[in-house]
């Protein structure tokens, strides 16, 4: 069994000086989330706690080196991927933005308020919905990404797809990702495209499809199963010719997961950084959040959907997907200066 290693994260400035005996060091390179303690799984699938000090050399290297840019982009500070659904039928926004002006309104509103990536989604993958023909999912998507380039938007844009023939098409219209909610186990044509673009990709993890995956979803224990099955998909995405430092991943909150399972994947967040690539949180006005909240409504759950991007970046993720670009910007920068104890907008 491979030994997993679950880093305690902490924010702040260190209680002893990051230096080269490991005493406290930076989580994923992250400027403000460091550890110095770690669980570490044994023979028997128990945990003991070990300092950063004991754990072999591959061990911290695996869990304090700065992940590599993605898309241009630094990741030594949490990035915000801004979501610009263009579908009729996603739980927040569906059919907000059909209208080509409206979404190209809303990637731009999304730019100015602090979005360092756009995610454009053109299927619903809200619990229930249903599979969208790949010519109707490229015709909602490909104009929009056009009228962003052509627009003169810079940002990069992420296809939210789990399509070889979508993805195709949204990067030849100047998209530079791929976000895969079925980690390219839908379309098998997907893990070829993404290695012969050389684009980053987004590997989510998912029990079940949309359609299904709600209904009584189980694990035996959700943190170590959900860490395999991204591990597994990280492997096949390599061996389809992927580069390691194009991969993310996503434990996939809300996708087959019910109120437990999210909880438990939410506090032992930073296992995943033992993933040794990226790591995507997408939260955003998901129905835990109501629940917890008493907001049945997803209007109502703003100041949830903050609260747990916050622990997000506290445990050192580095993507937060959210639908609240502006909101979520002020809380983030509020979030590291007091995490630093200082304050520079670099």
């Not at 809200?126 to 998507?141: K, N, Y």
Request: hydrophobic share 45%.
């Amino acid at each position: 069994m491979k030994q997993r290693c679950h880093a305690i994260a902490r924010t702040g400035p260190p209680s002893a000086p990051r230096d080269q005996t490991g005493a406290a060091l930076a989580l994923a390179g992250s400027r403000h989330v460091w550890f110095d303690g770690v669980n570490t799984q044994t023979a028997d699938g128990g945990w003991e706690h070990v300092s950063a000090t004991e754990l072999p050399r591959a061990g911290r290297q695996r869990l304090s080196w700065l992940r590599p840019d993605i898309c241009g982009l630094k990741l030594d500070r949490p990035r915000i991927m801004g979501i610009v659904n263009v579908t009729p039928d996603s739980f927040w926004d569906g059919g907000d933005r059909m209208a080509l002006a409206d979404a190209l309104a809303a990637a731009r509103n999304m730019v100015e308020a602090g979005a360092d990536i756009l995610d454009i989604g053109g299927e619903s993958t809200r619990p229930g919905a249903v599979t969208v023909p790949d010519a109707q999912e490229i015709a909602r998507v490909v104009p929009v990404i056009e009228a962003i380039r052509q627009a003169g938007l810079n940002t990069p844009v992420s296809i939210d797809t789990r399509k070889a023939s979508v993805a195709a098409a949204a990067l030849d219209a100047g998209a530079d990702m791929v976000n895969d909610i079925a980690a390219l186990s839908y379309d098998s044509a997907l893990a070829g495209l993404v290695a012969e673009r050389g684009v980053p990709v987004c590997l989510m993890h998912a029990q079940g499809d949309p359609a299904t995956m709600q209904k009584a979803p189980r694990y035996d224990d959700v943190l170590i199963e959900v860490f395999d099955e991204l591990q597994d998909r990280i492997t096949a995405a390599e061996a389809a010719g992927i580069r390691r430092d194009c991969i993310i991943a996503d434990p996939g909150i809300g996708f087959g997961k019910n109120l437990q399972h999210n909880l438990t994947l939410l506090h032992g967040l930073a296992l995943y950084h033992d993933l040794d690539v990226a790591l995507l949180l997408g939260v955003s006005r998901k129905r835990f959040i109501g629940t917890i909240g008493k907001a049945p409504d997803a209007r109502d759950r703003l100041s949830g959907s903050l609260a747990v991007a916050m622990h997000g970046a506290a445990q050192g993720v580095q993507i937060l997907r959210v639908h609240d670009v502006c909101e979520t910007r002020q809380a983030l920068n509020l979030h590291l200066a007091m995490s630093k104890g200082s304050w520079n907008d670099t």
